[in-house]
């Protein structure tokens, strides 16, 4: 959770929150293992006890006897305390594997494969994921099982950002990078008034782009503006005429649940675990992603959402991915372990 306005820490502070109302039902203790500058913000309930990391737990960390399950909830997570009962390993993807950098590759996998040698328990966020596990890497005789991860219900204050939106806008958020894809979307504002507002933590990626955006004559019109406060991130969503995610590489899609929690168009990839989150209610992109197979794919998309009367849809979609739902199915992995 050092990053936020990323799709882990998103991960990591919902399925918390709602493990703490688990735990208290069930009349158990449950801690979060965090950074301090992580814990000093207040976000978990007061029933969870707090565990403030320290650097050197990477090489040395012992827990109280009382703690008999520990959760690794990322792939490439350093801290395991020594003597625990059992142990659980969330994997949301491998996506790595996609980036064809020999380097990434060779640390990533030797790092998972030794969290996965630690692991009694492994979890993937969706069957892509699952999938991909399962092709790529050696278990032994340990099971994958599926978690889908939840939809925030957002209800706080929602607030409009100082600069205001004055046309229509496509809008999508993520991490710039590139196998977020982004760089295929300024082609969606050929023949229309939309403006394309993307949100996320800066790279260079943004150049690339930027430079799309130029071959298509709609500079002015894409609106790169870095990381969004959750308050004023939620009135784009719930004020964007479409909500598009064309990335190649994703272990689920946050962001995705989180729109279409309003209700509004959904434009996906076809690859990787987006179509599990999607299903009949959103609109695919061809997946090599030509222009103007897109452009026709988000006429056409827009059109079907207006007529099939889609929004009641989408939204009741939504629905089907909780963190409550997804605390409790942990909470059971936990129990089978203790």
């Not at 050929?190 to 990626?205: C, E, H, P, R």
Request: hydrophobic fraction near 40%; include cysteine; charged fraction near 30%.
């Amino acid at each position: 959770m050092k990053k936020p306005n990323t799709g882990l820490f998103s991960f990591c502070l919902h399925l918390t929150n709602s493990l703490g109302k688990v735990a208290a039902e069930q009349n158990e203790r449950l801690s979060i293992f965090a950074p301090k500058e992580v814990l000093k913000k207040d976000l978990f309930d007061k029933n969870i006890t707090q565990l403030r990391r320290r650097l050197w737990n990477i090489y040395y960390m012992d827990l109280p006897s009382s703690y008999k399950v520990w959760h690794s909830t990322f792939q490439l997570g350093r801290y395991w305390p020594r003597h625990i009962s059992s142990t659980v390993l969330t994997i949301h993807d491998l996506n790595f594997l996609y980036h064809r950098r020999e380097k990434d590759y060779d640390f990533c996998m030797k790092i998972i494969r030794r969290n996965i040698e630690r692991a009694d328990k492994v979890v993937a966020i969706s069957e892509f994921s699952k999938n991909d596990i399962l092709d790529h890497l050696d278990l032994g005789n340990k099971e994958v099982e599926v978690v889908y991860n939840g939809c925030h219900k957002y209800e706080g204050e929602i607030k409009e950002p100082a600069e205001k939106q004055l046309r229509p806008f496509i809008f999508t958020l993520g991490t710039i990078l590139p196998k977020k894809n982004f760089h295929v979307l300024p082609c969606l504002l050929k023949g229309n008034d939309f403006d394309l507002v993307i949100a996320g933590n800066m790279s260079i990626y943004a150049e690339e782009i930027m430079k799309e955006a130029r071959k298509w004559g709609v500079v002015d019109r894409v609106k790169i503006i870095g990381p969004l406060d959750e308050n004023v991130k939620h009135w784009y969503l719930k004020h964007c005429s479409a909500f598009v995610f064309p990335s190649i590489a994703e272990g689920f899609g946050l962001p995705v649940v989180e729109a279409m929690n309003y209700g509004v168009p959904v434009f996906l990839s076809p690859l990787t675990s987006l179509p599990e989150v999607g299903g009949n209610v959103a609109t695919y992109f061809n997946d090599r992603f030509d222009p103007e197979g897109m452009i026709a794919e988000f006429d056409k998309g827009m059109e079907r959402f207006d007529k099939e009367k889609l929004r009641e849809k989408i939204i009741a979609r939504s629905e089907m991915f909780s963190w409550d739902t997804a605390a409790r199915q942990y909470w059971n992995i936990y129990k089978e372990l203790m």
